[in-house]
């Protein structure tokens, strides 16, 4: 009797132990974007996750893979971020310029206030789409890790390249402006 | 008479924590129960800008005289149910109270039952083991000296 006892606690406790593992390489093996930005740095075209979010700016969803045809600049930004600002007025005038090219620019307003994303946005003069995402759900699959960060996406939904930070320096707004030509042309 | 007495005092606790609880929440008391959902710590520890904004909005809401309850439901609307530091005490939430309280009751009945067996293992073995022959020779004619 106590052997059996001692049997099933040895059973169990190797049980729990292989459970731990099984959800320790679950987490790793679909834990996606992490690498996501490295695979657009090496000159892949890494499928940008999808996502449906509110918007902003206006009644309705968007879904990102509804864009497909169109190259997409999605910008992740929160009112609370300074470099967000700065950055700003640029993402307007690349939207403005470059719509009629089919391209869309997309504000991702995470982890903030509704209130505060729209008082930003009328600040701003951003007339471009703005999703929100309050719980910043949709950013693991980018591997967002700041504020701001910004993805080129091309005509069929795949990461040109990724930007961590403001794209606020000339060098950076010249990369932007290669990157989306690249994805117009995919 | 005393009983009267205690009943007094225990209905005025009674009220007196009732009166406390419909009071105006504790902006302090909020925010020790509050994520920042960039920093993921608790709002009372965190610095950064979206905490700070949480904060006044938790200010600004006890001033406009909201309940805790009203306060917490419209962060978890702007922010989801993961700024709260623990999980709600219902629907899929109330797992996170519950599991723990299961394991720790079927850990004490596993060790329970464990203890139970090896202590009756033990007992039966000590009980049936034979005597080596030799050695209850010995006993015998020890115990025969003692009596003689």
């Known amino acids: 009797m106590a052997h059996r006892a001692k049997l099933v606690a040895q059973g169990v406790a190797v049980g729990l132990v292989a459970l731990l593992f099984v959800l320790l390489a679950w987490t790793l093996l679909t834990e996606e974007g992490g690498d996501l930005a490295a695979a657009a740095a090496r000159g892949e075209r890494p499928q940008a996750p999808d996502f449906t979010l509110e918007r902003l700016d206006e009644e309705g969803e968007i879904t990102l893979s509804s864009l497909e045809g169109k190259a997409v600049v999605l910008n992740v930004w929160a ?3 300074i470099p967000c600002k700065e950055e700003a007025p640029f993402l307007e005038q690349v939207w403005q310029q470059n719509r009629s090219r089919g391209v869309v620019v ?12 729209r008082r930003f946005v009328e600040r701003f003069g951003l007339t471009f789409p703005i999703v929100y995402d309050g719980p910043g759900a949709s950013l693991g699959g980018y ?3 700041g504020f701001p960060e910004t993805f080129v996406i091309d005509r069929e939904g795949k990461v040109v390249e990724a930007f961590a930070g403001a794209v606020n320096a000339k060098e950076d707004r010249a990369r932007l402006r290669a990157a989306l030509e690249r994805a117009l042309t995919s | 008479m005393r009983l009267r007495a205690l009943g007094v005092v225990v209905g005025a606790l009674i009220a007196s924590g009732a009166a406390a609880a419909a009071g105006p929440p504790n902006a302090a008391d909020l925010e020790a129960e509050l994520v920042c959902p960039v920093c993921e710590t608790t709002l009372d520890q965190s610095t950064a800008p979206v905490a700070q904004r949480m904060k006044s ?11 805790e309850q009203q306060i917490k439901d419209a ?9 709260l ?6 629907g899929f939430g109330l797992l996170a109270w519950l599991l723990p309280l299961v394991v720790l009751l079927a850990g004490a009945l596993a060790v329970g039952l464990l203890i139970r067996s090896w202590s009756r293992g033990r007992a039966t073995a000590e009980d049936s083991q034979p005597l080596d022959p030799q050695l209850e020779r010995l006993v015998d004619d020890e115990l025969a000296r003692f009596d003689g």
């Open chain 1, 79 to 81: 009112s609370w971020c």
């Open chain 2, 75 to 83: 962060l978890v609307d702007e922010f989801g149910p993961g700024v």
């Open chain 2, 85 to 90: 530091a623990t999980p709600p005490k219902s």
């Open chain 1, 106 to 117: 997309v504000g991702l307003d995470a982890k903030d206030f509704r209130s505060d994303a």
């Open chain 2, 57 to 67: 909005f938790i200010r600004l809401r006890i001033a406009a005289g909201d309940t």
């Open chain 1, 143 to 145: 591997g967002v890790t």
